[in-house]
């Protein structure tokens, strides 16, 4: 049965979401706005073959993040630490769905010789968006975001002009208003965005770390992500001998049961241990 773990990380509480009955373990990091209990979706796929632990990220889920600081790689590695020790896992799996593939690609770094599979699914931190870029990188950048969270008014005026001007599309309008449309949702977006800023995982080296260790890399990227386009993922795939990538015919969000099938056809590759 699914439930739902803590593990106590200096002055924090992290949750951590367990299912699942497989031999293998997976730790599946989930995307802005989700938490652990996202993937339970993906349960009828994953569970005769996983037992999966994905922890709620901090201002996300039941995590309670306590720390003085904003969550760090450095926070990522001696929770992950934590976790291995806690359920004695030596042999895993990773998995990361966008803002998540940032963490999967961190860890597949930090433990190579761990791991036999990497998932990455409409996986961010393979080519950072321009807008994000200004947002978090230069200090006036940092204050004029941190001024929207209190004063918002300005951006979803800029917001609906662009929607007029179709320069955004409906879809994307929607998408970004309902991240923004409560002083708690835009905190959330704050703290997560300055933490992920120092989240740049060298592509060049995790490549390196796939090729030598012979990891296998399943990519699942959505045909019509307006956020993460599927030329991300084919471009990392493509000089990766040991990749697998997959387009379907999704948008962004697409952790859900109809990604059950897909996941399926995909396993028989960990099985494997090649493409």
Excluded at 111 to 124: E, F, M, R, V
Excluded at 150 to 173: D, E, H, T, Y
Excluded at 252 to 261: E, K, Q, S
């Amino acid at each position: 049965m699914p439930e739902i773990r803590t593990l106590s990380y200096k002055n924090s509480t992290i949750a951590v979401q367990v299912f699942g009955h497989g031999s293998r373990s997976l730790l599946a990091f989930h995307g802005f706005g989700e938490a652990g209990s996202s993937f339970l979706a993906l349960s009828p796929s994953l569970a005769s073959t996983y037992t999966v632990y994905a922890p709620d990220f901090p201002w996300h889920g039941q995590t309670e993040w306590r720390e003085p600081e904003h969550f760090s790689t450095d926070h990522l590695r001696e929770i992950v630490e934590l976790l291995l020790k806690t359920y004695d896992i030596q042999q895993f799996d990773v998995m990361g769905f966008s803002m998540g593939g940032k963490c999967a690609m961190y860890v597949t770094k930090f433990y190579p010789a761990q791991i036999s599979t990497l998932w990455l699914l409409a996986s961010d931190g393979i080519r950072t968006n321009k807008i994000y870029n200004v947002a978090v990188y230069p200090k006036w950048g940092r204050t004029l975001f941190k001024t929207t969270i209190q004063n918002p008014g300005w951006f979803f005026a800029m917001v609906k002009v662009a929607s007029a001007l179709r320069l955004i599309s409906p879809w994307l309008k929607k998408f970004t208003i309902n991240h923004m449309d409560t002083l708690e949702k835009r905190k959330r977006l704050y703290h997560t965005w300055i933490s992920m800023s120092t989240f740049n995982p060298d592509i060049s080296k995790v490549k390196q770390v796939i090729r030598q260790h012979k990891i296998t890399t399943l990519l699942i990227f959505g045909k019509r992500d307006e956020v993460i386009p599927p030329n991300v993922g084919r471009y990392f795939a493509a000089d990766l001998p040991t990749a697998h990538f997959q387009e379907i015919e999704r948008g962004h969000y697409f952790i859900d049961a109809r990604l059950n099938p897909v996941i399926e056809t995909s396993l028989p590759y960990i099985v494997q241990g090649n493409v």
